[in-house]
């Protein structure tokens, strides 16, 4: 038999009165073991989202990171914090995947994205608990999504990618809230420059593996710069008195090895006197002699030797054959930077001696090695033109600094390409969030029913994200909270948290302005994870 049970909710001074059926061969004790498990997934998502609300904003704190094997990392971005943390829980797992996909979409707003769907899972706690079914608060809370992006898009403005100072208060926009921030009247400019180099622009999409990020410790932030060209941290091989500066250089990507073969694993050769042993050394000092000579017949006099998994790639003797020619050599290039350098150079990789061509070398106008405060690097510059990458020298004090120098510029290049995208710019410091809740009130009012009161508590959802600013900024949050709600109130739709003086102001007189591919996409993916969340009512176990 099928009963009814009614049940009351209430709903801000309204009854509504819900009519809950519980079909035949479902108990209370099912129905209490759904309720469970979603208790239960919804507290681990929101420790996830906890964990990393602190690190929201330019005051938000950092987070030390020990792995297993004592190595330390510092960092405030969500997607890295996420990445390196053991988590064991099933759900805890989707909201670092979570992270994962905000950083593959936009680069940024890693954090924001965390923070968001923290926030939506506690309102749909207490409206679970006051008896509305969650596909009810799955599908209206994907109306208020729909309506979310419609409105943000509303208050977008548009770029120009030929207005680079917009592209470069946007980019220190995002970087005013990492280690290196400082730093980021040099790095903004910089990742500008290198996206417009790569980019191609009757395309909506830019390659950030054309933007090669090259680590070399020492020296200190403001020292990282960009090279039109390559950048190696291998030093030249001088060791036989050698080139260390080329001018006017054809360069060959060379892929395999300057020494003697050697013979199958199976196999031995055995030497019973000394004549055949002077014999094999000839034999070895003439074999790589004429390979010498094949190399400088083609005009080459820079070498890029890839590095040998199977043998030594070069000796010491094909070392000073090469010094004797005045060819310079940089060894132990790895296999997956080939690519990379042979686009750059606009070369083809020569993968034996047969196949040595002169119109297979690359063009430089200068191959030097440059000493650094660790060592020494070499630079590639005046590659041939269209040269569509380019290459960053990335610096730091430490391991800790130049690891998150690198993680900063990547998400700046990432900012750049989210403008790249969807060419539109909206302002930051939680103006978009707050105007968006603060249309979501006034839509809400339009709907009827359960759906009504759904989108209502979308809405305050969101204001997290101003709470939390406030928060980490050391700000009253419900004082703040209530002011801006006020002011977008009486339409001023582009006021939002100046962190920095502790007041709210006009974000676009302020200078704070993100992509709108950033928020945007941190909505969407924060409600589609919400719900899929709210769907599951069951943990079924396998062998």
């Keep these: 038999a099928k009963s009814l049970l009614p049940v009351t909710v209430a709903a801000r001074g309204l009854h ?53 094997q004592g190595e330390v990392i510092i960092t405030n971005d969500g997607a890295t914090i996420l990445k390196q943390m053991a988590v064991a829980h099933p759900t805890a797992k989707m909201m670092v995947e979570l992270s994962k996909s905000q950083d593959i979409e936009a680069g940024d707003g890693t954090t924001s994205v965390v923070v968001i769907a923290g926030g939506l899972l506690n309102c749909c706690q207490s409206l679970l608990l006051r008896g509305i ?32 100072d917009a592209l470069i208060k946007c980019t220190t926009t995002s970087l005013s809230s990492k280690v290196v921030s400082q730093s980021s009247g040099l790095l903004a400019p910089l990742a500008v420059d290198a996206v417009s180099r790569v980019a191609d622009p009757n395309e909506t999409s830019v390659d950030l593996n054309n933007v090669k990020i090259v680590r070399k410790l020492g020296g200190t932030v403001d020292e990282t710069e960009m090279v039109e060209g390559l950048v190696f941290t291998q030093k030249a091989a001088k060791g036989a008195g050698g080139p260390t500066r080329v001018q006017n250089a054809k360069i060959a990507v060379l892929q395999f090895q300057l020494s003697p073969p050697k013979t199958d694993i199976e196999n031995t050769v055995v030497i019973s006197d000394y004549q055949q042993m002077d014999r094999v050394l000839k034999e070895e000092r003439n074999y790589i002699a004429d390979l010498c000579k094949k190399v400088a017949k083609t005009g080459c006099n820079v070498i890029l030797l890839q590095k040998s998994i199977l043998r030594d790639a070069i000796t010491d003797l094909g070392i000073h054959f090469l010094s004797k020619l005045k060819i310079m050599l940089v060894r132990d290039i790895e296999r997956d930077e ?91 410091g939680s103006a978009p969030e707050m105007e968006v809740s603060t249309q979501l009130m006034e839509y809400s009012k339009t709907l009827s029913g359960i759906e009504s009161y759904c989108v209502r508590a979308f809405a305050e959802a969101l204001e997290i994200i101003p709470a939390t600013l406030a928060e980490n900024a050391g700000l009253n949050p419900i004082t703040i ?63």
């Design 16 to 68: 509504l009165s819900v009519k809950m059926s519980v079909l035949k061969g479902e108990t209370k004790e099912d129905h209490k073991q759904q309720d469970d498990v979603r208790k239960a997934n919804i507290r681990a998502a929101k420790a996830i989202a906890d964990a990393v609300r602190t690190s929201l904003g330019p005051r938000g704190m950092d987070k030390m990171i020990q792995s297993g």
């Design 133 to 164: 079914h969650p596909n009810q608060i799955s599908e209206s809370f994907q109306l208020a999504c729909t309506k979310a992006t419609e409105i943000m898009r509303e208050m977008s403005i548009p770029v120009d990618f030929a207005d680079r």
């Design 338 to 428: 080939i690519e990379f350098i042979c686009k750059t150079l606009q070369c083809v990789p020569i993968a034996s001696a047969d196949a040595l061509r002169p119109e297979k070398l690359g063009k430089a106008d200068l191959v030097e090695e440059f000493a650094t405060s660790d060592g020494k690097v070499v630079k590639v510059t005046g590659v041939a033109k269209p040269c569509r990458t380019v290459s960053i020298l990335c610096r730091g004090s430490n391991k800790l600094v130049l690891e998150e120098n690198e993680r900063s510029i990547h998400d700046a290049l990432c900012v750049v390409r989210s403008l790249f995208k969807k060419r539109h710019m909206i302002p930051g």
């Design 481 to 543: 909270v209530t002011e801006l709600r006020i002011k977008h109130g009486k339409g001023e739709k582009h006021a939002g948290i100046n962190v920095r003086k502790g007041i709210i102001s006009n974000m676009y007189d302020e200078n704070v302005l993100q992509p709108l591919l950033v928020s945007t996409s941190a909505l969407e993916l924060a409600t589609e994870c919400v719900r899929m969340i709210l769907k599951i009512d069951g943990v079924v176990p396998t062998l």
